[in-house]
C-alpha cells in the first residue's frame, strides 16, 4: 500500500466535493419542506425519476441545460403529486412518501429500459481560469461542475432567507405553528405547497447531478440509496442549511474513502467499503437519539403534523 501523495489527496477532496453535491442539493430540498412542517419521505423515488429524466433529455437534445431542467421538473412534478396527497387531501405523510419512493423507482426502472445501453455524448470539463492551474489547490477545488459551487451559494443563501427574509421566517412559522400562521391571514396550505414543489426541485436537480456529472450514465437504481441518506442527513444537521452542506461532504469523503481505500490495496472485502457510508449514516443517527432534547429543540414543531383550515 503506497503513501497518500498531494495529488492523491486533491483528487479525494474533488470527489468528496463531487460527491457531497448530490446529498447537499436533496437536503437542501428536503429541509425546505421540514421547516414548512411536511416530512417527504419519498426522496429516493424523486431522485430516480429526475435521473432518468435529466438522462434522457440529454441523450435527445444534446443539452445539459435542458436535461437539469427536465430533472428538477421530473422532481417538482413527484413533489406536486405528494404536496396534493398531503396537503389537501391530508393523507399519512410518511405513508405517502413511502409510496412515492416506491412508485418512483418502478417508474424510473420501466421508463429507462430502453437507455440502459444509451451513452452521453462527452461531458464537459470546466475549468476557473488561472485558479485551475494552482498546484494542489486548483485540482481539489476549482475543477468542478458548476452546480457544486451553486450548491454552496444554495446553501448560504438558505441560511439567510431562512433567517433574515420576510418569507423565510414566513416559512418557519409555518413549520412552527401553523394555527397561528393562518389566524394571522398567511396562506399555510400554499405555502406548504411551494416549499415541498421547491423541495422536489432541487431532489430532483441532484437525481440529474448524478446522472448527467457523478456518474454519466442510467442503470436501474442508480441513486444506490442517497435519497435516504439525505433524509439522515437532514436531521443530522438539525434542519440548518450550512450545517446540511458540512454533513454532505462528511458523507461524501466516506463514500469517496471506500474508492480510495480499495485503490490503496486495502485487505478489506469491497462489500464491508461499500457499507462504509450507510454504516455512518447509522452511527449518526445513533449518536443524536442519545440527545432527544437536542433534537426536539431544533425540530419544526409541526413536523409531520397535518394542518387543517377552519374555513
Known sequence: MTGLTADTLALLIAATLNAGTVLALASLGLLLNERAGVVNLGAE?????????????????????????????????????????????????????????????????????????????????????????????????????PLVYVTILLALGLTWMLNRSRSGLVLRAVGESPESAHALGYPVRQIRFLAVLAGGALCGLAGAYISLVYTPLWVDGLVAGKGWIAL??????????????????????????????????????????AMLPYLATIVVLVLISRHPM??????PTSLGKPFHPDA
Request: one cysteine or more.
Open 45 to 145: 423515488g424523486m431522485m430516480l425519476v429526475a435521473a432518468i429524466a435529466g438522462y434522457a433529455a440529454c441523450v435527445h437534445t444534446g443539452s445539459d441545460v435542458l436535461a437539469f431542467m427536465a430533472g428538477a421538473g421530473a422532481g417538482a412534478a413527484m413533489a406536486a403529486l405528494f404536496g396534493v396527497l398531503v396537503i389537501w387531501l391530508n393523507t399519512n405523510q410518511y405513508a405517502t412518501g413511502l409510496a412515492l419512493s416506491l412508485f418512483g423507482g418502478g417508474l424510473s426502472a420501466f421508463a429507462g429500459i430502453s437507455y440502459t445501453q444509451q451513452r452521453l455524448s462527452d461531458r464537459p470539463h470546466f475549468d476557473i481560469p488561472w485558479l485551475a492551474d494552482v498546484p494542489f489547490i486548483g485540482p481539489a477545488f476549482f475543477k468542478h461542475h
Open 232 to 273: 439522515a442527513l437532514t436531521t443530522f444537521a438539525t434542519w440548518r442549511p450550512v450545517r446540511v452542506l458540512l454533513g454532505a461532504y462528511l458523507f461524501g469523503g466516506v463514500t469517496m474513502l471506500q474508492f480510495q481505500l480499495q485503490g490503496q490495496g486495502v485487505q478489506i472485502p469491497s462489500q464491508w467499503l
Open 294 to 299: 437536542w433534537i426536539r429543540i431544533n425540530m
